[in-house]
């Protein structure tokens, strides 16, 4: 699943975090799930975190030792949709051309 095309202008890589997460909305993610799933360095990672955080569009849970990061309610779309059905053309060529 996506994120809600609002939430969608956004840097290559939140857009790619907020997307991963939604994938996973009940269970959240580590930051080293999300660091596979997303596949950017560490630095961006971080970076995006601390912006979608400073935004409120992620919540981070801490349980026990390892924390968890979940989208806010609000990014997560009512109707399951996939990715390729609401692909714009700028979307594909984005997904498969580093820019």
């Given amino acids: 699943m996506r994120a809600k095309p ?10 790619a975090v907020l997307d991963a997460l939604v994938d996973r909305t009940d269970d959240g993610m ?7 799933a997303v596949e950017v360095e ?5 970076d995006a975190l ?3 955080k400073d935004d409120d569009l992620i919540v981070v849970e801490a349980s026990g030792s390892e924390a968890l990061i979940k989208p806010d309610e609000r ?8 990715a390729d059905d609401d692909q714009s053309i700028g979307d594909w060529l984005r997904d ?4």
């Fill in 75 to 82: 990014v997560v779309p009512d109707e399951p949709t996939t």
């Fill in 42 to 46: 560490i630095d961006d990672l971080e």
């Fill in 30 to 36: 580590s930051v080293l799930e999300l660091r596979a």
């Fill in 6 to 15: 609002e939430y969608r202008n956004r840097e290559r890589t939140e857009v």
């Fill in 50 to 52: 601390a912006t979608l």
């Fill in 96 to 99: 498969r051309f580093p820019f």
